[in-house]
């Protein structure tokens, strides 16, 4: 059975209560939940982890080093300011997939166009809301 950590980075344990016009009114849990009904399906045992802190997300990355087959990561603004989290995704030896709900590029702040993870991940999904998560999955 393959084992995947699915990080969420800060404010995304927000979801269903802020900007629900840009991601919805499904809840962090609800997200999970419809993740892993869809991970069993295909022998995937996911584990979730949400912080708004960076530091706990880096030590998440690497006390599973080795332990896991893959991560799907959504960062939140992390994505769009932490070199610490670029490097600490490139320090280990799993595979990870960068998925946002909505399209970074299509946001109206500027600085959300440019992911300082992108160039260290497998790939990205985005703008396809919770279904990126799915997709992720499909693909990790």
């Not at 979801?15 to 609800?30: A, H, S």
């Amino acid at each position: 059975m393959k084992k995947i950590l699915v990080i969420n980075g800060p404010n995304l344990n927000m979801l269903g209560k802020r900007e629900k016009n840009i991601y919805g009114d499904k809840t962090l849990e609800k997200i999970n939940a419809s993740l892993n009904v869809l991970a069993k399906s295909k022998n995937i045992d996911l584990e979730f982890f949400q912080s708004n802190h960076e530091g706990e997300i880096i030590d998440k990355i690497h006390n599973l080093n080795n332990k896991i087959d893959g991560c799907i990561i959504n960062a939140g603004a992390l994505t769009h300011s932490s070199t610490a989290l670029h490097d600490a995704i490139k320090s280990v030896e799993f595979p990870f997939i960068e998925v946002h709900m909505s399209n970074i590029y299509a946001r109206k702040e500027s600085w959300r166009h440019t992911s300082l993870i992108s160039p260290v991940v497998v790939g990205t999904i985005q703008g396809f809301g919770e279904d990126s998560y799915k997709v992720a999955l499909d693909l990790i």
